[in-house]
């Protein structure tokens, strides 16, 4: 467990959430126990991802994968176990006016869940070798990786009692930002390397899966991931200025190059 959770990554889920419950005029400190919860899920994720019988990668965050290192066995339980002390620390954050424990946990459990992150990742296994339209891939993308990432945010701003629409606000540039994350997590795949991206590079060509470079195109793919952190940063607007950390990470998306 400590292997991955420690293995270094970019911290997107976690720091998104504390920024949102700033950009809420809440405390991260508050919001700390959702944060490590959301990234917990998301390492778990990566473990199961990388094994075999999913994508099967050698990889991760610049490191050999965990059941490269532990075995597939050891791998599948490090995961497990981080999904469950996922919900323990969870239910360690304080309840506010507006938002009960149980209100926060619903948020995570349905990010995760089968409709979700699990509905993402079967959607992506069932696609491999097989022609998918764009709006397929959209599905894949809005659950595999922005539910989680929309969830971040939301949790961050209902650790600082943040207004429905506020909360509304935070779903909706969650979710643009998270298709937008995916749609460049797609062009780097194709490129850059290996080494500068700390994991396979050219893995989604070699294992026949859809990507938006390959339905849509390279430029236009960039374009998309444009139009969506435009759309992300107008979501933003009901916070008048107070929310430019998000914008920061959201900016950073389209610079970055791993």
């Not at 409709?115 to 491999?128: F, N, S, T, Y």
């Not at 540039?173 to 298709?179: A, D, E, I, N, S």
Request: proline content about 3%; overall charge positive.
């Amino acid at each position: 467990m400590r292997y991955s959770i420690f293995a270094g990554g970019k911290r997107l889920r976690p720091a998104l959430c504390l920024a949102a419950a700033e950009a809420c005029r809440g405390s991260w400190r508050g919001a700390l126990p959702l944060a490590c919860a959301v990234e917990c899920i998301h390492t778990y994720s990566l473990i199961h991802d990388d094994l075999p019988a999913m994508d099967n990668d050698d990889y991760r965050r610049g490191k050999l994968t965990n059941h490269k290192v532990f075995g597939e066995g050891i791998a599948i339980l490090a995961g497990d176990a981080l999904l469950t002390e996922a919900f323990a620390m969870a239910g360690r954050a304080a309840a506010t006016p507006r938002y009960p424990q149980q209100a926060m946990l619903k948020e995570l459990w349905e990010a995760a869940g089968s409709r979700q992150l699990i509905a993402g990742q079967v959607a992506d296994l069932e696609g491999e070798g097989k022609r998918i339209s764009a709006a397929q891939l959209r599905y894949i993308h809005e659950r595999k990786t922005a539910a989680l990432l929309r969830c971040s945010l939301r949790l961050g701003g209902m650790s600082a009692n943040c207004p429905p629409a506020r909360l509304q606000a935070l779903g909706d540039f969650g979710r643009r930002v998270g298709l937008a994350f995916q749609i460049i997590d797609d062009i780097l795949d194709v490129t850059q390397t290996s080494e500068q991206l700390g994991k396979t590079a050219g893995k989604d060509t070699q294992a026949h899966k859809a990507t938006y470079p390959s339905i849509i195109g390279l430029e236009e793919s960039r374009k998309m991931a444009e139009r969506l952190t435009d759309r992300a940063f107008a979501a933003l607007r009901i916070f008048k200025g107070q929310a430019r950390a998000l914008e920061a990470l959201a900016a950073h998306l389209l610079r970055r190059d791993r």
